[in-house]
């Protein structure tokens, strides 16, 4: 595997993390006005449409390759399209953004734990060393610089919903390298849509009879607007590329990012003003990864 191909892998994942800080904060912000389910659901069905203009040929051509592992798709569409971003948003009814972000970066220790069962893999000194100061850096920005202010953080149910959320998304990514489908990654991203809207019907299905229909609004089309084309299109093929390339471990210590592009991303839309905490975490954050990607072995 050439170093270019890394590199690319690792931009990708930057991509993928700066995506997903956004979905944390538009979770948050549509809290009370779109239902959890329902925009899961029509971030998912949107994302579909969008892309099976352009991939259902290739499902065609491949359909010899996707029979013979619909079980596999299913499972794989259920832990990611199904499962992770409903309980995300489920979430994010009844806790923070900065929380559901700081929850996320227990992805490297639910990976590291299903590599291990599943994959029997131990990460290098090097990632373990760059994911500690991937870490500091992140305990830097959310403490402001005062590690006494970690212990007014609150945690509730919300926190524990987002404690699932991570161990599924972990068993995703773990699975997605035991097994490796034969297809382009966007063929796969398109089929495991297929497998994972129907999923979720139901589920919407019953929440429409409690809430009602979602009223339609800049704000709502916007949410799935970004949801859809962002947080799921581009970041979810970003996102396969590095598990692929990079293995599920190593991948994970990506989610460290989040919270850092969550305050930056505060910055810049929520006119927040740039400290110096948000300069250091972020920059030992970064060192970190560095770190934990240099070797080629997880």
Partial sequence: MSQQTRYWAMAGLVV??????????IARASAGV???????????????????????????????????????????????????????YLAAQSTTAINITLVNTGLPVAAFIWSLLLLHQWPTRASLFGALLSFVGLIIILSAGQPERLKALEFNNGDLVMVVAVLTWGLYSVLLRLWPLPVPGLILLAAMLICGVPLLLPLYLWEYSITGPILISKQTVGAVAYTAVIASLVSYLAWNNGVKVLGPATASLFSYLMPVFAALLGVLLLDERLQWFHLLGGALTFLGLMLATRSGRE
């Fill in 16 to 25: 993928c993390t700066l995506g997903w800080a956004g979905n944390a904060l």
């Fill in 34 to 88: 779109l239902p959890p389910i329902g925009l899961s659901f029509w971030r998912w069905t949107t994302a579909l449409l969008l892309i099976l203009p352009f991939t259902a040929k290739g499902i065609w051509t491949h359909r010899n390759v996707l029979q013979a592992h619909w079980k596999q798709l299913v499972v794989l569409a259920g832990l990611s399209i199904t499962s992770y971003n409903t309980l995300l």
